[in-house]
């Protein structure tokens, strides 16, 4: 009986023991807590903002990165330099075109052929080419003084070039009539044979709608620089 009396006196003492320890730790209160947040409704997430999709070509920025400054784009720049070289060069050759006296040799040239044309009764012209018609960006006009040998309307004519190769294009008639022009087919002939500013060509009218063209080239170095002149000897 007496021991049965001292193991419930320990057990009530071990229980008082661990009820003081817990409220030193407070461990009910915290409970509470996590019960009563457990309960409170949730706050709902804010919504991420969308963020615009790239573009065909665009590199999709990862969202770490994406409030970091932009990058430079070495690869933009040397290409950009690239075209600067092209654009260099292009000018170099077209807009800067032959010297003086390149041009006075090929216009000399071209003058001579003209008259021998004119000797034998044959109407011709020479026209220098200057850069928009050395680019392919503009119809050739004619001179002013060739025009009484053309129609007053527009008509289909035919260059041909010293190697007997046909061009079809059409010779444009101004609305007051006071100019003609090669307009359509004319940028096909000015790339087939590589004009450039300064070049100098002789339209020789061998039919009333057919031009025989001889070209002269401003440029010494033209690998083509071809010239027929005996062909008229022949005639």
């Given at each position: 009986?007496?021991?049965?009396?001292?193991?419930?006196?320990?057990?009530?003492?071990?229980?008082?023991e661990n009820?003081?320890?817990?409220?030193?730790?407070?461990?009910h209160?915290?409970?509470?807590?996590v019960r009563?947040?457990?309960a409170?409704?949730?706050p709902?997430?804010?919504?991420?903002?969308?963020?615009?999709?790239?573009?065909?070509?665009?590199?999709?920025?990862s969202g770490?990165?994406?409030?970091?400054?932009?990058?430079?784009?070495?690869?933009?720049?040397?290409?950009?330099r690239d075209?600067?070289?092209v654009?260099?060069?292009y000018?170099?050759?077209?807009w800067?075109?032959?010297?003086?006296?390149q041009r006075?040799?090929?216009?000399?040239?071209?003058?001579?052929?003209?008259?021998?044309?004119?000797?034998i009764?044959?109407p011709?012209?020479?026209?220098?080419?200057t850069?928009?018609?050395?680019?392919?960006?503009k119809?050739?006009?004619?001179?002013?003084?060739?025009?009484?040998?053309?129609?007053a309307?527009?008509?289909?004519?035919v260059l041909?070039?010293?190697?007997?190769?046909?061009?079809k294009?059409?010779?444009?008639?101004?609305?007051?009539?006071?100019?003609?022009?090669?307009?359509?087919?004319?940028?096909?002939?000015?790339?087939?044979?590589?004009?450039?500013?300064?070049?100098?060509?002789?339209?020789?009218?061998?039919?009333?709608?057919?031009?025989?063209?001889?070209?002269?080239?401003?440029?010494?170095?033209?690998?083509?620089?071809?010239?027929?002149?005996?062909s008229?000897?022949?005639?």
């Open positions: 009986m007496a021991e049965s009396n001292s193991y419930e006196e320990q057990r009530r003492r071990q229980v008082e009820r003081r320890k817990l409220d030193e730790l407070r461990l209160h915290l409970s509470a807590a009563e947040a457990a409170r409704p949730r709902k997430p804010k919504p991420r903002p969308k963020r615009k999709a790239p573009g065909p070509g665009e590199l999709r920025r770490r990165v994406a409030g970091l400054p932009e990058q430079p784009n070495y690869l933009k720049g040397a290409q950009q075209y600067e070289e654009y260099a060069a000018d170099a050759r077209i800067k075109g032959p010297t003086d006296e006075a040799a090929a216009v000399a040239k071209a003058e001579e052929l003209r008259r021998r044309i004119h000797r009764r044959r011709a012209f020479v026209k220098t080419m850069h928009v018609c050395a680019s392919r960006a119809p050739m006009m004619i001179p002013t003084h060739f025009i009484e040998h053309l129609p309307h527009d008509e289909a004519v041909v070039n010293e190697a007997d190769v046909e061009f294009m059409l010779c444009s008639a101004s609305k007051q009539g006071r100019h003609r022009y090669l307009s359509k087919g004319w940028r096909e002939f000015a790339v087939h044979h590589d004009l450039e500013n300064g070049d100098c060509l002789v339209f020789h009218l061998i039919e009333s709608a057919m031009f025989k063209v001889y070209i002269f080239r401003a440029n010494p170095d033209y690998e083509s620089d071809q010239t027929s002149d005996d008229e000897d022949e005639q």
